[in-house]
């Protein structure tokens, strides 16, 4: 078992930035990733980051957003800058026991963490 736990969410208004941080309580052999989910939508993919660094972007936050992950202390961070009001969502950081698909499918996945919260508004 995992335990991931998320930190750094907030309420900005559009073009500020925000870093959220997921502490993990062991190493993962597979991906490590982060989702959002908007009230009454499905979650998805926004970063994923493989063992070997390899990183994927949803279309929709490529350039403004960036992953990355520090081995020796287990956390998993994602810059965000540009904010914009359709960001807005509940931030779930994500780990895999193993590799498989692609680290934007929540089905690549085992352990969430409960999420923060990100709230983008003038």
């Known amino acids: 078992q995992v335990e991931l736990v998320e930190s750094g969410g907030g309420s900005v208004q559009p073009g500020a930035s925000l870093r959220l941080s997921c502490a993990a309580s062991k190493y993962a052999r597979g991906c490590m990733g982060w989702f959002r989910q908007a009230t009454g939508m499905e979650r998805e993919g926004v970063a994923g980051i493989e063992l070997n660094g390899s990183r994927s972007y949803a279309n929709s936050v490529k350039g403004r957003f960036t992953i990355s992950l520090d081995n020796a202390e287990s956390i998993l961070y994602l810059q965000m800058d540009s904010l914009k009001p359709e960001d807005t969502a509940m931030y779930y950081c994500?780990?895999?026991?193993?590799?498989?698909?692609?680290?934007?499918?929540?089905?690549?996945?085992?352990?969430w963490g409960q999420g923060t919260q990100v709230t983008v508004s003038p």
């Open positions: 994500a780990s895999a026991a193993w590799r498989r698909g692609s680290c934007l499918y929540v089905s690549s996945y085992d352990y």
